[in-house]
């Protein structure tokens, strides 16, 4: 399992553009329990696709999985790989999104994307890809609103 990852144990440079990341995935060892995996990136960081300023984001991700976990380094890669990537905060947001579901055909994730104001006014953005299951414990993101975040 392990020995087929590329990024494990080496050293890794951070990709160019998201685009250009290797997102990798391990075996699930219990494919047939309900349970949500949660990471928390508190300092996303994009460039505004007009500006070419930093934008910040807190960044929650929770998904269910079915046969695959996310492997975390390859992870933290693809998320670094924003750093220099142009895009809107809804772009950024939903490109996380959606690679991931593409590589894990999760049971259920949502992310939040909670970015900090620029021109004093926060853009957050959330998506999910349906109902969470039945009786899973799904706790609060834990971001509060806008107020000073940090």
């Given at each position: 399992m392990a020995t087929s990852l590329k990024q494990l144990g080496r050293r890794t440079t951070l990709p160019a553009s998201p685009e250009k990341a290797l997102l990798e995935r391990v075996a699930n060892p219990h494919p047939r329990e309900t349970y949500v995996v949660r990471f928390?990136?508190?300092?996303?960081?994009?460039?505004?696709?007009?500006?070419?300023?930093?934008?910040?984001?807190?960044?929650?991700?929770?998904?269910?999985?079915?046969?695959?976990?996310?492997?975390?380094?390859?992870?933290?890669?693809f998320l670094g790989a924003f750093r220099n990537h142009g895009a809107f905060h809804e772009e950024c947001t939903l490109a996380v999104a959606q690679r991931l579901v593409r590589l894990l055909a999760p049971r259920w994730l949502r992310i939040g994307g909670y970015w900090y104001p620029r021109g004093g006014m926060p853009i957050d953005v959330f998506y999910q890809t349906g109902a969470p299951p039945r009786r899973l414990?799904?706790?609060?993101?834990?971001v509060p609103p806008y107020r000073g975040r940090g």
């Open positions: 928390t990136c508190p300092e996303f960081t994009a460039l505004c696709p007009v500006t070419g300023q930093p934008d910040f984001a807190h960044l929650v991700i929770d998904y269910v999985p079915r046969r695959w976990l996310v492997e975390s380094k390859s992870l933290k890669l414990w799904l706790p609060e993101q834990g």
